[in-house]
Antibody, heavy 118, light 106 residues
């Protein structure tokens, strides 16, 4: 059974940092690109970051570039998202997802809620 | 960025056929994918590459289209299909999602 379990969400003040983790099981982690996608309360989905299967390359939209860093540990089947200089507009549920070669997101975690507020 | 436009909401009766549309602001070839998000849950993949049914997804779901116009069809609709449906393109960077279509059952 495929499982992606995110942890690390919570309440954080604007300007502070937070690191999310996602532990993966049930598929060969080191063969897949991985991504983070977020969803603000009551809103749609927004892609946040992707990383190649080796971890050698990373990709971000302009909205988080320079503030967020995606990384992975293939020995621990774990994906990370380091979020710095957080803003109120970063408030969302963050989902860990696998990314297939054609660019679709096949597997999703249950999500972890990040709330940025003073 | 490629903008994907979906109708905000639809209401249908169980047993009917429903089509959910997604229009892209520029061509995305056939790199269009569809997800379902039930209330309080994470999204799940239904269709990839415009028309390929994800493993385990019922054959009631089908997808079609290419270029800028795409359709997700559910036939017949069941009560359990109450959800928001999202399209997503991966032809142009960055990958983008439509705003979602909320499907309600009468």
């Amino acid at each position: 059974e495929v499982q992606l379990v995110e942890t690390g969400g919570g309440l954080v003040q604007p300007g502070r940092s937070l690191k999310l983790s996602c532990v993966v099981s049930g598929f060969t982690f080191n063969k897949y690109w991985m991504s983070w996608t977020r969803q603000a309360p009551g809103k749609g989905l927004e892609w946040v970051a992707s990383i190649t299967n080796s971890g050698g390359s990373t990709y971000y939209p302009d909205s988080v570039k320079g503030r967020f860093t995606i990384s992975r540990d293939n020995t621990q089947n774990t994906l990370y998202l380091q979020m710095n200089s957080l803003r109120s507009e970063d408030t969302a549920t963050y989902y860990c997802t696998s990314r297939d070669s054609g660019g679709w997101f096949a597997y999703w975690g249950q999500g972890t809620l990040v709330t940025v507020s003073s | 960025d490629t903008v994907l436009t979906q109708s905000p909401a639809l209401a249908v009766s169980p047993g009917e056929r429903v089509t959910i549309s997604c229009r892209a602001s520029e061509s995305v070839s056939t790199l269009m994918h569809w997800y379902r998000q039930k209330p309080g849950q994470q999204p799940t993949l239904l269709i990839y590459l415009a028309s390929n049914l994800e493993s385990g997804v019922p054959a009631r779901f089908s997808g079609s289209g290419s270029g800028t116009d795409f359709t997700l069809t559910i036939d017949p609709v069941e009560a359990d299909d109450t959800a928001t449906y999202y399209c997503q393109q991966s032809w142009n960077d960055p990958p983008t999602f439509g705003g979602g279509t909320k499907l309600e059952l009468k």
